[in-house]
């Protein structure tokens, strides 16, 4: 979905996003709620679940906004080079 994005106007990406990939995230988001009720406290699994959903908000952000980018690559590859 991202491929089908890059070549649009931010706005226009954000609205592919929220079409396509906000219903997916949705679900995830209420699986992993369901998920984290049947994992033992302090497993790690627990942990993971509980990490992800503690920073959930801004995993999500890039469904709200067209300008940021899906993932943190154009940071690494930066970051590589200096």
Request: aromatic share 6%.
């Amino acid at each position: 979905m991202e491929r089908e994005g890059r070549e649009l106007l931010a706005e226009q990406r954000r609205q592919l996003r929220q079409d396509k990939a906000r219903p997916i995230i949705d679900g995830l988001h209420s699986w992993m709620l369901g998920q984290r009720q049947k994992v033992p406290e302090g497993s790690a699994i627990a942990k993971a679940l509980d990490y992800s959903l503690k920073r959930w908000a801004a995993l999500v952000r890039y469904l709200d906004d067209g300008n940021l980018p899906i993932d943190n690559n154009w940071i690494e590859v930066r970051h590589e080079v200096a």
